[in-house]
């Protein structure tokens, strides 16, 4: 049986991210019309930054994991799942 993805309450999570992932997916997608993919960008978020050990939502890092999630949402994905697991593989150096 597959977990379902966590989701995660950003006002209940003070100091490392808050409600600063899921602000900036509202603000992309502005009309308030796509709380889905706000929350699934959001969630992505959280997920790849623990996955990489990134604590500080200012590091040049996290914001460069930011835009590869807002990019490969606004190219179709849609679950936190997909969109973390998309930014990881995008992410990752090239063996040679």
Not at 9 to 24: A, I, L, M, Q, W
Not at 42 to 57: D, F, H, I, W
Not at 66 to 74: D, N, S, V
């Amino acid at each position: 049986m597959r977990a379902k993805p966590q989701s995660y309450d950003f006002t209940e999570r003070p100091g490392d991210f808050s409600d600063e992932p899921k602000r900036r997916a509202d603000n992309l997608y502005g009309d308030g019309q796509h709380p889905e993919t706000a929350q699934a960008v959001a969630n992505a978020l959280v997920m790849t930054c623990e996955a990489l050990g990134l604590s500080n939502r200012d590091e040049a890092m996290t914001q460069l994991v930011a835009r590869k999630i807002i990019e490969l949402a606004q190219r179709g994905l849609k679950s936190p799942t997909e969109l973390h697991l998309a930014a990881i593989k995008e992410l990752k150096p090239d063996p040679q």
